[in-house]
């Protein structure tokens, strides 16, 4: 099975965020980076397939040089070889944009499967996967946790609401967005780095690929959320104050 | 004197037929030693040699060899009877080197040592008490192996029974030459007798552990040089001990080395609660493997020898390596299969991963926020480092985020601000390293080791004062591998420093003042030889009694070596083991120096329910005496 793996390189989880000038993107100079949570499980999947049932996995992502390092990550973990579609300001980029630059460069591999995180940690659209699955003119299905290859395809495992999952058998060439939490993620080993380092990976320039840059969304601004603390006190009997806390919970605050 | 005391009788001639009897029989007999020896000393030679060997500085070596060795001073100290009986054995043995000599000689009439002599009877009267001792040492050695039968000496052995039997009859052949008549046949009978008998041994040394009599003088003197010196990783294929290929001369040359004392195993936490590591049995795995498969090659070490699962038990105390009277090291042989596996990524284990992962992205081994440090900074003022103060206080993951750990944190800054001295905190830390360096993960250890340093140098950090040994130990030794760390010391060293100017609750009327147990963390007392310093700062607080196991014997408290971060233990809890310890010497107070040991036993002392001792760390026990004094 040829298997590929879209992967984005996000800010670490527990990065201090703080908004550039202009309040079209955030400030990158200080933060660490680290690959999306959700394309990690993507790619944990993909090795198991590939140990299963041989094959290859092949990992692409598209940013600026410092993917880089996520990408060597993903070789020492077990991948074969990687593209990087070297792009200077994928923040500019609005879903349909990003879609169109891996569809133009996962075309020319023609995969059996391709994988990717449900959606990313730090803008969290739940689009990319999905307009890919379009531009490839693949099937897809999304929120996957489990694959198992099977002889007219492949049966996947999908999460629903209130615990509930879903099974699927579908035909391959196909696209997934993987969900988190399906399996175990192993750990980069030293082995794996050193022998990442005779891996090869392709570098791409993002013009070269013929995809349109112009944006059907555009960032405006982003902001930081506001912080208030307000206090209420709630009078009456203790019947009375946690009937009109529950509702409270309910209509306010939205917890329950 | 001549008639006082007897001389022993020699064989004056020896026929021809005799002399080429005796030569017959030595080369048979050296040749059944060198078929065994041979290739022994081949397998070692054909290791792969040790990256980081220094045979000089040569002072310490020979310090060590005169001490451990000539003086048999470890052996006695930590067995005191049995390693007197030993010596004395051994000290017979190297007594009688001359009388061996000389009995070899005089059957081709080259002897050189006359009874008749004065030189040559004095020597013989030597050998002689050596004899008495050696026979009453072997002959006490025999009791213990085989009627008091202890635990560490593992199964019963043929061979041992063999072997006391043939010294103890080297003994009495030589002395019994003292009271028989000179020219009598029974002075050849015992000349004979005593030959054949050192004949019939020589072939069985390298059969045996007795091995160790011709290896362990060079085990001891080409030891690594310090206390669990883990080497480095050399080149793109050296990922640790993997298999036969990786092992190196130090390592085969301590497998072989082995004399199945058991000392390793009494002291051993793991193998104290009912776990599957043994380390006796590792390292006789290693002699076992390099036996069948041999030093170059491919089959992995854990395998048929050597299980995964005990070497994953292990918390790296050190007692082991620590106890071992022939030189064996043990830690650099654990981690290195650790490294083995984990490098390569045999070893899965989800806990471990959720520590590998945790690292890989975060910041501290407890894979929380760095949020929940900058608040714990914030909300206790502590001062930040900016390249002006004197000490960089490291808080470590356990001082960061860790509830027991800060409370120990804020205890020492209490008792910093009394003294006056200037200290501040990195803004960032990062996990010093310490879990996966144990662990083997050699990969995030380089990453933590090299970000930490660069953010010390650009910090300005010159010197580091930290309350966790593991920190300490790490940043001070392990950290070299990839640079130049500052200095570094323990709280204890610190505090004991200042130990004149902190007040003590002793001096106060306090009827019902408790006494203190400490306990020495692994890693600060037989990793750093640091034992007066903590109890000089305890006992500021109060009289101090000892466990039955203290200093170099502490027994460990289980957090070590990462296992901490692992899941639960298989047996009885190495903790909770400790903590029954303890408490049962009755002291009031249980005083710690490290973090984890603080939080293992938080956990035993508090399933001991009403009535257990308190749980404080010395800078805590330094602070009652400020809280009593009004000033802290």
Not at chain 2, 293 to 308: C, D, I, R, V
Not at chain 2, 507 to 536: S, W
Request: glycine share 10%; proline share 5%.
């Amino acid at each position: 099975m040829k298997i590929i793996v879209a992967i984005k390189q996000v800010p670490d989880r527990d990065a201090p965020v703080r908004i550039a000038a202009g309040s079209k993107w955030i400030e990158e100079r200080e933060l660490q980076f680290a690959m999306n949570e959700p394309d990690a499980y993507a790619l944990e999947e993909a090795l198991e397939l590939k140990e299963k049932h041989g094959g290859e996995v092949i990992v692409i992502s598209a940013g600026p040089e410092r993917v880089g390092t996520t990408i060597r990550e993903a070789l020492a973990k077990g991948a074969d070889r990687a593209i990087h579609i070297v792009c200077e300001d994928l923040e500019a980029r609005d879903a349909l944009g990003v879609a169109r630059l891996l569809a133009a460069a996962i075309k020319q591999e023609n995969p059996d499967l391709v994988l990717t995180g449900l959606q990313s940690e730090d803008l969290g659209l739940g689009q990319t996967g999905v307009i890919l699955a379009e531009l490839l003119a693949m099937p897809h299905s999304t929120l996957i946790l489990h694959v198992e290859k099977i002889d007219s395809g492949i049966k996947v495992k999908r999460e629903l609401e209130e615990g509930w999952f879903q099974s699927i058998e579908m035909p391959l060439p196909a696209v997934l967005t993987m969900q988190s939490g399906g399996n175990k993620l192993r750990y980069a080993t030293l082995m794996g780095i050193k022998r990442a380092k005779t891996k090869e990976t392709r570098l791409v320039a993002a013009g070269d690929l013929g995809a349109g840059a112009a944006s059907a969304v555009v960032l405006e601004r982003i902001a930081l959320p506001r912080k208030e603390k307000s206090t209420q006190i709630l009078p009456g009997s203790p019947k009375d104050a946690a009937a009109a806390l529950v509702e409270k919970l309910k209509t306010e605050a939205r917890v329950l | 004197m001549t008639v006082l005391f007897p001389i022993p009788a020699e064989p004056r001639h020896f026929s021809i037929l005799e002399e080429l009897l005796f030569a017959a029989l030595a080369a048979v007999s050296a040749y059944g030693f060198w078929r065994r020896f041979g290739p022994i000393l081949n397998r070692i030679l054909q290791s792969k040699k040790d990256a980081d060997f220094h045979f000089f500085p040569i002072g310490g070596r020979v310090r060590d060899f005169v001490w451990e060795v000539v003086f048999q001073a470890k052996v006695i100290r930590e067995r005191p009877l049995v390693g007197v009986a030993h010596a004395l054995v051994f000290w017979a043995f190297c007594a009688f080197a001359l009388v061996t000599l000389n009995h070899c000689a005089t059957v081709f009439g080259i002897g050189f040592l006359d009874p008749a002599g004065r030189v040559g009877r004095w020597y013989f009267y030597f050998a002689g008490i050596f004899a008495v001792a050696c026979a009453a040492g072997i002959a006490g050695l025999f009791v213990r192996r085989f009627l008091v039968q202890p635990k560490w000496l593992g199964e019963l052995s043929w061979q041992s029974g063999l072997i006391a039997l043939l010294i103890f009859v080297l003994m009495v052949t030589y002395l019994a030459a003292f009271f028989v008549a000179d020219g009598s046949g029974a002075v050849r009978a015992l000349w004979w007798a005593h030959m054949l008998t050192l004949l019939v041994f020589l072939p069985l040394i390298p059969h045996t552990k007795h091995l160790h009599l011709m290896l362990s003088p060079f085990t001891v003197f080409l030891s690594r040089g310090a206390f669990s010196r883990i080497p480095p990783l050399i080149g793109d294929e050296d990922f640790g001990l993997v298999a036969g290929k990786d092992l190196t001369r130090l390592v085969s040359l301590q497998a072989y080395s082995c004399v199945e004392c058991g000392r390793c195993m009494e002291h051993c936490p793991a193998n104290n609660t009912g776990k599957q590591l043994n380390p006796k049995e590792i390292v006789l795995g290693l002699r076992g493997y390099l036996n069948e498969y041999g030093p170059t090659s491919e089959e992995p070490l854990l395998g048929k020898y050597n299980a995964q699962e005990a070497v994953f038990q292990c918390t790296t105390c050190g007692a082991c390596e620590f106890q071992c009277p022939v030189g064996i090291e043990h830690l650099p042989v654990l981690i290195g299969l650790r490294r083995g596996a984990v490098n390569t990524g045999a070893w899965e284990d989800d806990h471990g991963a959720k520590l590998f992962l945790a690292l890989e992205r975060g910041s501290n081994a407890l894979g929380i926020s760095p949020d929940e440090r900058d608040k714990f900074i914030e909300k206790n003022s502590l001062p930040i480092f900016d390249g002006t103060q004197e000490y960089c206080l490291w808080l470590g993951c356990m001082g960061s985020y860790d509830p027991k750990g800060r409370e120990i944190v804020l205890a020492l800054v209490r008792v910093m601000r009394f003294l006056g001295v200037s200290f501040g905190v990195l803004r960032k830390e990062r996990c010093s390293g310490d879990p996966v360096r144990r662990l083997g993960n050699d990969l995030v250890f380089q990453q933590l080791a090299e970000a930490n340093l660069e953010a010390l140098t650009q910090n300005k950090v010159k010197k580091i004062v930290s309350i966790c040994p593991h920190c300490v130990r790490t940043i001070q030794e392990d950290w070299k591998a990839f640079g130049t760390p500052p200095e570094v010391e323990h709280h204890s060293e610190f505090l004991a420093r200042f130990g004149d100017q902190l007040p003590s609750v002793k001096n106060q009327e306090t009827p019902d003042q408790k006494k203190i147990a400490f306990h020495d963390p692994c890693y600060l007392g037989r990793y750093r030889n640091v034992y007066d310093e903590p109890r000089k700062v305890a006992a500021l607080a109060g009289e101090l009694v000892e466990a039955p196991r203290s200093r170099e014997r502490s027994f460990c408290c289980g957090a070590g070596g990462g296992l901490s971060f692992l899941g639960e233990e298989t047996g009885e809890r190495v903790s909770h083991v400790r903590a029954a310890e303890l408490a049962g010497t009755g002291a009031g107070i249980v005083g710690t120096a490290c973090p984890f040991c603080n939080t293992m036993f938080r956990d035993a002392l508090a399933e001991r329910g009403e009535g257990a001792p308190e749980l404080l760390d010395i800078a805590q026990l330094a602070a009652r005496g400020l809280q009593k004094d009004g000033k802290g």
